[in-house]
């Protein structure tokens, strides 16, 4: 499988989303069995957040990797209304309870809010310090805010950002891949095929039909030829198998400027956008 470089480790491209799992108990022996044969398809990358489910995620994901916690590159958010300095120590830490571990490989601020960035900087040194957390980054901030954060003293050390991307919301082509790519930043994209509404395109759907690929095979496969991990969703087994076959799909260089066509890329910077 193709790998993103984070600073610990290469790390699996096609990983493992879990928001709005943990939420329905007569579901949770099958959302269970989802990650854990995504772990045995390879698919290492885990994303959580003390958010999703008030944590419930994450103790599902716990459940999910107990044994196997070696393998998995675990990676968890702190809300913004927790990211003081003394805060963002709490947070993780009672995220590592209900994940049952005592590290992070990566620890996120899930996006910005009124704690300055400063404060929360602070926060992962000590937990890094502590050796709760192997490598920290942001979610949901866009190239101004990453600018900031770099001059910080000790943000430097920011090794990834998640953001909003995929055929339909190309924007970070125009200003923030491109510099977190000279910056070294991992670029993690989450709602990969837009929460399920991109599967409906049929330009998109025409494409997986000449492949012989389903549409969210072709749109996962687009991702990883932009060099970014991609943190798919899902709770059902069958759509895990499906999620891990697009991590084979090559496309040729007339596919991607027939995907280029149907979702243009920005002309120039572009606002990031969220959900």
């Known amino acids: 499988m193709r790998t993103v470089r ?12 879990t928001w709005y799992l943990g939420d329905a108990p007569d579901r949770r022996d099958e959302e269970i069995a989802a990650l854990r044969l995504g772990l045995d398809l390879g698919m290492t990358l885990v994303d959580t957040a003390e ?3 008030d944590g419930a995620a994450e103790e599902l994901v716990g459940q ?27 947070a993780c830490e009672a995220s590592l309870r209900r994940l049952g571990t005592d590290v992070l490989d990566l620890y996120l601020l899930h996006w910005r809010g009124r704690h300055p960035l400063a404060e ?8 890094m310090s502590a050796g709760k957390i192997r490598s920290w ?12 954060l770099a001059e910080l003293p000790g943000g430097e050390a920011v090794s990834a950002d ?24 991992a670029v993690m994209a989450y709602s990969p095929i837009e ?6 395109y049929e330009p998109l759907r025409a494409v997986a039909r000449e492949l012989g690929a389903t549409p969210a095979q072709v749109a996962l496969a687009w991702l990883l030829e932009q060099d970014v991990a991609a943190i798919p969703r899902t709770g059902r ?24 066509e149907a979702f243009p890329p920005p002309g120039g910077p572009v606002p990031l956008e969220v959900l």
């Open 64 to 90: 999910a990797i107990a044994g196997r916690r070696e393998e998995v590159f675990l990676v968890s958010k702190v809300l913004p209304a927790h990211a003081d300095r003394r805060g963002t120590v709490a």
């Open 237 to 260: 087994p069958e759509h895990v198998r499906d999620n891990r076959a697009a991590a084979d799909l090559r496309l040729p260089e007339d596919v991607l400027a027939l995907l280029d």
């Open 6 to 17: 984070f600073p610990c480790r290469d790390v699996p491209a096609l990983g493992q989303g």
């Open 120 to 127: 929360t900087v602070a926060g992962f040194a000590d937990l």
């Open 137 to 148: 980054g942001v979610s949901n901030l866009d190239v101004d805010d990453m600018t900031e």
């Open 162 to 185: 998640q953001v909003l991307y995929n055929l339909t919301r190309r924007g970070i082509e125009g200003d923030l891949l491109p510099w977190c790519r000279r910056s070294g930043v």
């Open 51 to 53: 958010m999703y489910g």
């Open 195 to 200: 929460q399920g509404r991109l599967l409906r």
